[in-house]
């Protein structure tokens, strides 16, 4: 079946305490894998796309990384900013699409 | 500015009593769909639409209907809403479709069906 994991479900970490969230997935025919950032109550916001393994994109704190089954999003010395739900979203086959749940981030400062 | 608007933000109704969500994009993007949002679940696609009068089920369309007639809106209409299908809705666009492009999305419309 095809899926999309995120973990971990959430994840508290202290300012400056750098960490990573993953997300795998069980699809054939990858086409893309997005990360997406989600405040509270707003629409969640385009953070990076991937495309093939060994892909790499950074953007401030936040770089994602790619291979065969996971991605992960690597945050470097988060700041409280930073607290939001990320989600993974993989694009397959010609017209599919999953999402992950979720991992819920909170930055203490 | 660029963006996607639902309307209403919240929206409180009684089982059985038909509704309609709006969406409005801006962007001139020919991809529209709608989502719904539960807990543990992730954004579970209802419908989408490619283009003017071209829609298409998502994996969960089962009491849900959508029209396109304009290339901006996108309604999602729920002709005889059920409690199950309270959930935090959310519309979103893009300017070909969803496969290798980013989507937009609205700021969501969070219904509770009683």
């Known amino acids: 079946e095809d899926q999309v994991t995120q973990s971990p479900e959430a994840l508290r970490l202290q300012e400056g305490e750098s960490s990573s969230l993953n997300c795998s997935y069980t699809?054939?025919?990858?086409?893309?894998l997005f990360w997406y950032r989600q405040d509270p109550g707003k629409g969640p916001e385009f953070l990076f796309t991937l495309y093939s393994a060994g892909e790499e994109k950074e953007k401030e704190r936040l770089k994602a990384t790619l291979t065969k089954k996971e991605s992960f999003l690597h945050i470097t010395a988060p700041k409280p900013e930073d607290s939001a739900t990320y989600l993974c979203?993989?694009?397959?086959?010609?017209?599919?699409?999953?999402f992950g749940a979720g991992t819920r981030l909170t930055v203490k400062p | 500015e660029a963006q996607v608007t639902q309307n209403p933000r919240y929206l409180i109704t009684v089982t059985g009593k038909k509704l309609t969500v709006t969406c409005s994009q801006n962007?001139?993007?020919?991809?529209m769909s709608w989502y719904r949002q539960d807990p543990g679940l992730g954004l579970r696609q209802i419908y989408y639409s490619m283009n003017v009068e071209v829609t298409d089920k998502g994996d969960v369309p089962e009491g849900y209907k959508v029209s396109r007639k304009e290339k901006r809106n996108f309604p999602l209409i729920l002709e005889s809403p059920s409690p199950n299908q309270t959930s935090l809705y959310f519309c979103?666009?893009?300017?070909?479709?969803?496969?290798?492009?980013?989507?937009?999305f609205g700021s969501g419309t969070q219904l509770s069906v009683l």
């Open positions: 979203a993989v694009s397959y086959n010609n017209n599919d699409m999953r």
């Open positions: 962007m001139n993007h020919e991809y």
């Open positions: 699809v054939s025919g990858l086409r893309g």
């Open positions: 979103a666009s893009s300017l070909r479709g969803f496969i290798n492009e980013k989507l937009f």
